[in-house]
């Protein structure tokens, strides 16, 4: 049962995962295709993760956690303190067979960018993330959706979102396989049982809809962990190289072939893209 926030701050759970509130903020929009092509500038940055470091680039400044990546994928407003508690101020609840990409699985204390069916039979995903430190930006292939919806995520959609699907980005040719990470660390819960709210920026106002949800901000705001050229095209990831035939894989790991996102509307494959 999710409980409102109180007056002296934070968001309290009576169990997990959080689910929609009439706590509300004032969003704009954005499309799907924008969204991954957010999440894959931070996979060619190698943003390393961290609770209480930002990154600046041309996409704008956030955390480099895991809601500070989705919240940058969704375009939000940078002032507001968002995190995996007050997510669903802009986002609301979805039934899990109408995930699209750009959607988040939501638990209390993580969350990922859904990227795409891995299957047909719509048990399967891939992902974006930011996992843990020692990690950067990851792109994860073949997760259980069970398991997520298990372990207390539940499917959200962002309210700003424009359309159901249309012309999407290629997603990474090759991505890191779920079951290879979940025998080195849990990836269900990979910051352990932590829900508290990471320490917001000092330019940042907060989540309460009161002078926040104007936008309006005080103090500078800092430096990044490490400054970025705004350059237009998407790099790929460290590891691949582009070639006529597509993305080839220059070095070892648990890695799998991915291409297209597949819609839960549509299970054709759509035209490759050069």
Known sequence: MYTPPNESGGYQYADTPPGNTSTRYSHGTISRAQMLLRAQRWLAERVPYSQTSWWRDANGIYRQDCSGYVSMAWGLEEDIDFWTGNLNTVSHVIPSDQLLPGDILLSSSHTVLFAGWADT??????????????????????????????????????????????????????????????????????????????????????????????????GAKPQPTEAVADAAPIQPPLGFMLASSGAVFLVGGAVIARGFPRLASNSKRPRRRH
Request: hydrophobic content about 35%; charged content about 10%.
């Open 121 to 218: 039979a719509h048990t399967m995903f891939d992902y974006y993330q930011e996992s843990h430190s020692g990690t950067n930006a990851e792109f994860v292939v073949n997760a259980p959706i069970g398991a997520f919806l298990g372990a207390g995520f539940t499917p959200f959609r962002y309210d700003g979102v424009l359309g159901s699907g249309g012309q999407l980005p290629t997603n990474p040719a090759t991505g890191l396989d779920f079951t290879a990470l979940e025998a080195g660390s849990d990836q269900l819960a990979p910051n352990g049982i932590a829900t508290a709210e990471p320490p917001p920026a000092s330019w940042q106002a907060g989540y309460f809809p009161s002078d926040s949800a104007s936008g309006a901000s005080t």
